[in-house]
Nanobody, 127 residues
């Protein structure tokens, strides 16, 4: 069992930066694979970035080069550094975790691959 708690969302102007955090509580092996997802009003939830326990990362094309996912194992915390934010990045951002996800194709960016989810943190980017 894993509990996830996101923080760090807020309102920022286009071109600005935010860093999201997700503290994970629970069984260590249930956090081997973690990811960030987002959902804008009226749109489906989409994968933003994923990371595994070996440090492999994967990003959606829309955020490549602007967002960076990282994890601090000692602090049980997942991060998402978001730079050069755009209005289209406005969404509720969620972190997710699971014990195993096949690291091929874009599976780490598929929400149905993850069992545990946080409550989300809102990011609003104004033009």
């Amino acid at each position: 069992q894993v509990q996830l708690a996101e923080s760090g969302g807020g309102s920022v102007q286009a071109g600005g930066s935010l860093r999201l955090s997700c503290v994970a509580f629970g069984a260590t092996d249930s956090k081997n694979y973690m990811g960030w997802f987002r959902q804008a009003p009226g749109k489906e939830r989409e994968g933003v970035a994923g990371i595994d326990s070996d440090g492999r990362t994967m990003y959606a094309d829309s955020v490549m080069g602007r967002f960076t996912i990282s994890a601090d194992v000692a602090k049980n915390t997942l991060y998402l550094q978001m730079n050069s934010l755009k209005p289209e990045d406005t969404a509720m951002y969620y972190c997710a975790a699971d014990s195993y996800i096949g690291w091929y194709g874009n599976r780490p960016l598929r929400d149905y691959e993850y069992k545990y989810w946080g409550q989300g943190t809102q990011v609003t980017v104004s033009s």
